[in-house]
């Protein structure tokens, strides 16, 4: 234990609660060894938050998740479904012009729960996890590389770490998932290039998705064509303010968008995320929210124009006063399904500050409550992070003032670890999955590291930064922090979060109670975050808007649980694993009517909502216009097709009826590689057609290749299948040239 302390002292450390938590995650690679003997009095007295807030300074099956296992996005995927109850194949219902979010006799009542409910949250809190082999951490030693973009022989494969060892031209910010069938990658720079781009495709036969930050861990961003990324579409100096509207490029970061408008003294109020790399399009196109008991607090409600690229190459803008309610209502909540958006316009207001307090509350409080809203009452933004392991919770409180804002900043999500530590802190989450006790203890250094250094910094000029439970800061920087740099070392986590109805939000806390008790459930990342929304009436898919059980004008409490997710683990054990997580959204989805988050959960989520009808209604109602933009299905994929989205002629040959392309050639999504020229084609017939021979043909996308020399006595060249990220000069070539 000593030998392991020495090694971590000559690492850089912010501050001694990291070094307790960087040498419990080493200890345990000596597997029995967790207790952690020698680290004991790392934690000291910093800033401290009392419980009344004084303080010293006044973010598919379940194996689809597995360390970013391969998707194909195809709207003709073969994956089963893995449901609750079989999934049948059915067509909606005919097109309707009735409104299927209306209220009706249920909406925002508090209906009693069925007997059902409480046998089904018998049986989650009487669960069994799988067994784990004897004196075993499966993936253990593999788990501080596993990310790293290297794929370690030793170590990994392309099942125990997919991410490293799958060749994937695009994936999720954390490459959970990773999409290993895009063919090209485009990034244009100007309208003209997108509308390039979108017809270049077309003509090819390859369907396409537009890509933003990445930051989903659904199978939602993934494709079988070209990854059209729209990163060179974020110069946030370009934002023009018109008439009270901010018309900003699509790629800018929502943080970037917060501080050019603040220098403008202008803002969009409550709808900052939490996290602060999300861009503009992506947050509309997910309906994505910050917290706000009281006011809006998603931007896609405030969107009033888009400025698209349509399927054909063509531009179009659109206006929330010039379109139909309907087809408004689809495109704001639009999951990339429409075209390729070039600019936003969203309204703006006044800018303000934010008198922000964190308390730490005993979560009696938070349970015994008749809702979580009353612990709220004075806040116009708030929000919670309960540590259930530690049976405490943050509140975090801020109301609007125009008094001098002090250069403080949100820390919640990045606690200052060292990029050099990523490789201990990874292997501590993962031996966390495998040992409940090592878990807790984890969360325990968390909540303490918390408490006693509270996530508001305030960096005054001169002066060395200094952790506060209370500051007034600008709103967009209060409410909304920078994930943790880990470089190019990715941290594996699944969110589970869904939305819930208020009239069920003191039983969903109190249901998650019961099940982390039996279960020994610790979240050492954030906790649970537990965030707020008025309910509006948004997009069709917004799933926090109106309708059902949601009533417009009462608030949606969003229920987030971020657990990490081991590399190295089975199917079996990793469906095991997360079983506990999984049944719980779905406890909440079959009877209180939540919604998941469409960037977020596991497939199988999804699979409930549409067999339980959560979008009933809904998905036509987006059918309609997608019959209307892209009836070919240019801008389809598999996530789609699954919850339930409809093409009319998706199959037809869309490159011939959009782009002129002679060829009768059908739309599968076959990829080949013309190894000479280094061109990648949809498919077989469509290389053919533009006259390749099949003897210059390999199967998959050229860039899954490289190309080397061979040796110097054969200089000839060698075609090399890519091993993850790397070419890996041991393997037999595929072919020589």
């Given amino acids: 234990m000593q030998a392991v302390n020495e090694t971590i002292s000559q690492t850089r450390i912010p501050n001694r609660n990291h070094l307790l938590l960087a040498c419990q995650a080493t200890a345990f690679a000596l597997l029995m060894l967790a207790g952690g003997a020698g680290c004991h009095g790392a934690i000291s007295s910093e800033a401290a938050v009392s419980g009344d807030g004084a303080g010293a300074g006044a973010g598919q099956s379940a194996s689809g998740t597995r360390t970013g296992k391969p998707n194909d996005g195809s709207p003709t995927s073969d994956d089963a479904p893995e449901t609750f109850v079989q999934l049948e194949s059915v067509l909606g219902p005919e097109p309707s012009t009735a409104d299927p979010t209306a209220p009706d006799d249920t909406t925002g009542v508090y209906v009693k729960l069925p007997p059902e409910y409480d046998a089904d949250l018998a049986k989650l809190v009487d669960y069994k996890r799988a067994p784990l082999p004897p004196l075993e951490c499966p993936g253990l030693l593999a788990s501080g590389g596993c990310g790293d973009g290297n794929c370690d022989k030793a170590t990994e494969s392309e099942e125990t770490c997919a991410a490293d060892c799958v060749f994937h031209l695009a994936g999720a910010y954390n490459d959970l998932p990773i999409c290993t069938s895009f063919m090209d990658v485009r990034e244009p720079t100007t309208v003209e290039e997108v509308q390039s781009a979108v017809r270049d495709a077309v003509a090819q036969g390859k369907r396409i998705r537009v890509l933003g930050a990445s930051h989903s861990a659904s199978q939602l961003i993934c494709g079988d064509g070209v990854a059209l990324r729209m990163s060179k579409f974020a110069d946030v100096s370009k934002t023009e303010v018109i008439d009270g509207v901010a018309y900003v490029q699509p790629g800018v970061l929502m943080i970037d968008l917060g501080d050019f408008l603040y220098q403008q003294q202008l803002s969009i109020g409550y709808t900052h995320l939490g996290f602060r ?226 009239q069920y939000m003191a039983d969903a806390l109190r249901a998650a109670r019961q099940v982390f008790t039996a279960q020994q459930v610790s979240l050492p990342g954030v906790g649970v975050f537990l965030r707020f929304a008025k309910i509006e009436r948004g997009g ?132 080949v590689c013309d190894y000479k020229t280094h061109t990648t084609y949809a498919n077989n017939c469509r290389a053919t057609c533009k006259g390749v021979t099949s003897q210059q043909l390999v199967p998959g996308s050229c860039d899954a290749y490289e190309a080397v020399r061979c040796s110097l006595i054969a200089p000839q060249t060698c075609l090399y299948r890519k091993l993850g990220k790397n070419v890996d000069p041991t393997s037999t070539p595929v072919i020589r040239y």
Wanted: charged residues 20%; glycine residues 8%; negative net charge.
């Fill in 540 to 671: 069709w898919l917004s799933y926090h808007s109106a309708g059902k059980q949601f009533a417009e004008g009462q608030t949606a409490m969003f229920f987030e649980s971020p657990v990490a997710v081991p590399a190295g683990y089975t199917d079996a054990q990793l469906k095991s694993y997360l079983h506990v997580y999984e049944q719980l959204m779905a406890l909440f989805i079959r009877y209180y009517g939540a919604r998941a988050h469409w960037g977020k959960n596991l497939d199988s989520l999804f699979d409930l909502e549409r067999v339980a009808g959560t979008y009933a209604g809904r998905v036509e109602k987006m059918n309609q216009v997608v019959a209307e933009l892209d009836p070919y299905g240019v801008f389809s994929n598999g996530f789609a097709e699954r919850i339930g989205i409809v093409w009319p002629k998706r199959g037809e040959n869309f490159a011939q009826a959009l782009g002129g392309e002679a060829c009768a050639c059908d739309v599968n999504a076959e990829p």
């Fill in 277 to 502: 790399g999300v861009t503009v399009a992506g947050a509309i196109g997910t309906s994505a929210h910050g917290s706000s008991p009281k006011y809006n607090s998603a931007i896609a409600h405030r969107v009033v124009s888009l400025d698209m690229v349509l399927a054909d190459g063509t531009t179009k803008l659109f206006t929330k006063a010039d379109v139909s309610e309907d087809t408004w209502r689809a495109l704001t909540t639009h999951l990339g399904l429409f075209g390729v958006i070039t600019r936003v316009g969203v309204t703006v207001e006044p800018a303000f500050n934010l008198d922000t307090q964190i308390d730490i509350m005993d979560e009696s409080e938070l349970l015994q409550a008749d809702s979580p809203l009353t612990l709220l009452r004075h806040c116009d933004w708030g929000e919670f992070n309960w540590f259930p392991g530690q049976k405490q919770v943050l509140r975090w409180c801020g109301t609007s003032t125009q008094a001098a804002a002090e250069p403080a900043n949100n820390v919640l999500l990045d606690p200052g670890v060292s990029p050099d530590l990523a490789p201990i802190a990874k292997l501590g989450f993962h031996a966390g999955t495998c040992v409940n006790d090592l878990n807790a203890l984890l969360e325990e250094v968390r909540f303490t590291g918390l408490r006693d250094a509270p996530p508001i910094l305030v960096t005054e000029p001169g002066a060395e930064p200094r952790n506060t439970s209370h500051a007034i800061g600008p709103a967009h920087r209060m409410v909304s922090a920078d994930l943790i740099k880990l470089d190019t070392n990715k941290y594996f986590q699944m969110d589970w979060e869904v939305a819930i109805p208020q």
